[in-house]
């Protein structure tokens, strides 16, 4: 009976967030797929286009300042050489890879939620070196991985290339619901052929349905369910595995409220099955 309850309960969460392999493949694009929405591909290729000659630290319309941190020393060393914001911005919300410069321990830092009094923004062009060869470059657009990156071992040959969109792998695949394409309906993140990052559902309000993390093509960490008609207003919980490869973990609810925004369930209080 408790199986029961908890597969009933769970299952307007899998409805959402659930995969099916014959699910209208043509209607999904990748995340560089041209698109009516504006992603901001538009505006960069116009400004491109206006400026003929481009300014100095300016990159994709913002001002940046140059900063560089280096390790070590001789043959060892390691150089990074950067840009960054010279006026605070939001980064993406909807990314997960945030990088920045922390001014207090002095090195380039990756998290998901970023903190503008811990350091500031990288944008622009980025270049790492180790003795006198180019190890890893590319580009960044506020805080995100953007462009071609590319990385290199100490004798300079081809380790990895990738491609980026904003922050987002550009295998990535976005679903519409109309035929214009101007209504988000879902962000599937994928890198090297596997769900790789943050997931978005979206209502046709544009407010968010479904959202949480995959690694190595699993869910991962705490999924959020939320209710259509109140804003930002959360549903449901859902705790999944932390370990990617932790296949004998089962996943549960972890907390759960009405449509008033009132707490009616909590797992770490009540530890059982929501009646």
Same mark, same amino acid.
């Not at 990738?162 to 904003?166: G, N, S």
């Given at each position: 009976m408790?199986?029961l309850?908890?597969?009933l309960?769970?299952?307007p969460?899998?409805?959402?967030?659930?995969?099916?392999? %014959?699910?209208?493949k043509? #209607?999904?694009?990748? *995340?560089?797929?041209?698109?009516?929405?504006?992603l901001g591909?538009?505006?960069?290729?116009?400004h %491109?286009? /206006? #400026? /003929?000659?481009?300014k100095?630290?300016v990159y994709?319309?913002?001002?940046?300042?140059k900063g560089?941190?280096?390790?070590?020393a001789g043959?060892?060393?390691?150089?990074e050489?950067?840009n960054y914001?010279?006026?605070?911005?939001?980064?993406?919300p909807?990314?997960?890879?945030?990088?920045?410069y922390?001014?207090e321990?002095?090195?380039?830092?990756?998290?998901?939620?970023?903190?503008?009094?811990?350091?500031?923004l990288l944008?622009?062009?980025?270049?790492?070196?180790?003795?006198?060869?180019?190890?890893?470059?590319g *580009?960044?657009?506020?805080g995100t991985k953007?462009?071609r990156?590319?990385?290199?071992?100490?004798?300079d040959?081809?380790l990895?290339k990738?491609?980026?969109?904003?922050g987002?792998?550009?295998?990535?695949?976005?679903?519409?619901?109309?035929p214009?394409?101007?209504?988000?309906?879902?962000?599937?993140?994928?890198?090297?052929?596997? /769900?790789?990052?943050?997931y978005?559902?979206?209502?046709?309000?544009?407010s968010?349905?479904v959202s949480?993390?995959? %690694?190595?093509?699993?869910?991962?960490?705490k999924?959020s369910?939320f209710?259509?008609?109140?804003r930002?207003?959360?549903?449901?919980?859902?705790q999944?595995?932390?370990?990617?490869?932790?296949d004998n973990?089962k996943?549960y609810?972890?907390r %759960?409220?009405?449509? /008033?925004?009132?707490q009616?369930?909590?797992y770490t209080k009540?530890?059982?099955?929501?009646?």
């Open positions: 408790r199986k309850l908890f597969l309960l769970f299952f969460f899998i409805s959402y967030a659930q995969d099916d392999p %014959e699910k209208d043509e #209607e999904m694009f990748t *995340i560089s797929t041209p698109i009516t929405i504006d591909e538009k505006e960069e290729e116009e %491109e286009r /206006k #400026e /003929k000659k481009p100095k630290n994709y319309g913002l001002k940046t300042k560089f941190t280096r390790k070590g043959s060892n060393s390691t150089l050489l950067f914001l010279k006026t605070p911005v939001k980064p993406d909807y990314v997960r890879d945030i990088y920045y922390d001014f321990r002095k090195q380039i830092r990756k998290t998901r939620d970023y903190d503008p009094q811990k350091g500031v944008h622009g062009p980025y270049s790492k070196k180790v003795g006198e060869v180019v190890v890893e470059e *580009i960044f657009y506020r953007h462009g990156w590319t990385r290199y071992d100490k004798n040959i081809l990895d990738e491609k980026y969109y904003k987002w792998p550009k295998e990535s695949l976005v679903s519409f619901y109309d214009e394409r101007t209504k988000i309906k879902e962000i599937i993140p994928v890198e090297y052929g596997q /769900k790789e990052g943050y978005f559902y979206f209502f046709p309000n544009g968010i349905a949480g993390e995959y %690694e190595y093509d699993h869910k991962v960490g999924w369910l209710y259509a008609n109140r930002g207003r959360k549903q449901r919980e859902i999944y595995r932390t370990d990617p490869f932790d973990f996943p609810i972890l %759960e409220w009405n449509s /008033k925004g009132q009616i369930y909590d009540d530890k059982k099955i929501p009646q």
